[in-house]
């Protein structure tokens, strides 16, 4: 791997290591990215700063991806800024100043690191180490994501298995866990999640690796994704790797544009309802999630739902338009071909049953249809009673 420049914002004749870091950082970050940081305070203080990833490794014993998950970890943190070439390969490295951090505080429940015990402290971490039962967390997370995840099956019939219920064989497991990058994936997550992970978590990770061929970087921005939504709950981080699994999505590059969509998903309706003031509460934004994450729906057709709940109720209505999209959802109705035909069907079908009905009301009127006598005048009912007289 090629040679890597390192740059500072700041200038100093001593390794200097702020009270913030210590204060702010060290205690939620794991042992071996902090270790990773002070080498690279300490490299700074040298005339010669050229790197290499493999001479960072070397010097901590530990692989080359062990290094970018820190440096990763650091960047995600704002401590420093990594940059990459045209062929997307690291080639620089700048250590921020942390005066100028514009988010000193770190988000802990992202990074927290979970307290291991003598089983599980090493960096391969065994199956048996974990807990048999999903913790009492997970559960009250399950009940959040019931919004977004319960009663609606993946599109792709191969994928309608939960992959927290597949339980691995031993050999597999014994393999996974001789592999250095598996292990270390399962020592991230766990540092994303602040636990010791279950064994449905396991099972679930196991399915994602081993079954879905997702690359560890990708299940770690999966984590990283999920935690950053709040939501820890395997059945719910399953639900979204099985949804990308369905998009054929099987890098971060991929998946950070579907997360993008869904970005712009969230914008698009708050702007179709004219609710551009606030932020979507915490149900309409489960809604939005159901939307794009398991019905899969492009930004324009939930936009083009709104615009329809906007017409029909004349005010912004999540489930108005969760209604509709549970609908064309069920019927299949993908992009705005499938909307024209299908409206088109609903006028047809509109139309006939109006023509229907105005031959069942004429046949109904036929009593009224014989012709009747002409009314007499008045001066005729005057001639007879004058004759009369």
Sequence with gaps: MNNLNLYSETVSGYTAVSDLFIDEYVPSANGDFVKVYLYLLRLLTRKNSSLSI????????????????????????????????????????????????????????????PEFNNDTADTTVPATAFADETSADEAASDVSSNVVSMDFAIKAPSHTVEPSKVTAPAEKLDELNSNDDFSMLLFVIQTYLGKTLSQPEVNAIVYF??????????????IEYCVSKGK?????????????ADEGINTVEAAKDEVSNHNEAVYGVMKAFGLNNREPGQVEKQLISKWTDVFCFETDMIIEACNRTMKATHQPSFEYADSILTKWHTSNIRNSEDIRKADAQFEAGKAAKSSKSGVIK??????????????????????????NN
């Excluded at 001479?55 to 440096?71: C, H, I, K, P, Y």
């Excluded at 420093?80 to 620089?92: A, E, I």
């Excluded at 690796?209 to 299940?219: M, S």
């Design 54 to 113: 493999s001479s960072l490794a070397d010097t901590f014993n530990q692989t080359e991806n062990d290094v970018m998950r820190a440096l990763r970890y650091w960047d995600k943190s704002g401590l420093v800024c990594l940059s990459y070439d045209d062929n997307n390969q690291l080639c620089g490295i700048t250590v921020k100043d942390l005066k100028n951090n514009s988010s000193p505080e770190p988000d802990r429940s992202r990074y927290a690191t």
């Design 209 to 222: 690796y081993d079954t879905l061929h997702f690359p560890a970087d990708l299940i770690e921005y999966l």
């Design 232 to 244: 820890t709950s395997i059945r719910y981080i399953e639900k979204i790797a099985l949804s990308w």
């Design 362 to 387: 004429q046949n109904a009127n036929r009593f009224n249809n014989y012709q009747q006598r002409p009314k007499k005048s008045d001066d005729w009912y005057n001639s007879l009673l004058s004759n």
